[in-house]
């Protein structure tokens, strides 16, 4: 959101320690009383505007208006939560495919459940979902809330970015079915500002410790036209 409104801000875990950044940096954060005084359990975490806060949604409801990411009027902001909430639902149930027992447990120590959580979670959940967004957009116009561009497109295309990633083959079996999603995430990511975020050092990959990881056997190729005639 600060990237698409080009609002300077500093990123304190990409700081090198020596700066005060980095995990000593966080954790030092973390420590300080007036973090424990906001009832701060762990980060993303927004210092600004003398206050601090955390949890994504909380943010993207503080920043939004303050950035002209959200139309006016209160219709729009909670509309505009609700469906930040519902992206994140998606978000929550792409990190059980890796992690269905709990997260105490590494992702090799729960394997087996973990393919049998994508399974599901491709074949039944991430559709229902992806054709509720694009049932909004048939209506809504070129972005989820209209005609304005909103924080919300910002959310629904890290989303996709993050599908693309840990789930390529399911996507691309899905993609025929969500041409207005596509549309919203060309245009998301042909804006300057996005762009230019996208391909600097700020933009970190996804990576295989963050909550989209792609495991290929959590993934697999669909069957191709000879393997479907011989019965695999």
Known sequence: MLEAAQVPYVDVGQLPEAEGGGIAGIRSFLGSPEVRGAGIYAPPILTGDGLIIAQTPNICLFL????????PGEEAFYQAHQLNLTILDVVNEVHNTHHPLGVTLYYHEQQAESQRAAATFLRDRLPRFLRYFEGLLTHSGDWLLGDTFSYVDLSLF?????????????????????????KVCKRVGDRPAIAAYLASDRCIPFNSHGVFRHYPELDPAPPTQTQKLMGY
């Open 64 to 71: 939004a208006p303050r950035l002209g990411l959200v139309p």
């Open 158 to 182: 890290q989303l996709m970015r993050g599908l693309d990633y840990a789930f390529p083959h399911a996507l691309n079996v899905l993609k025929p079915e969500i041409p207005l999603i596509q």
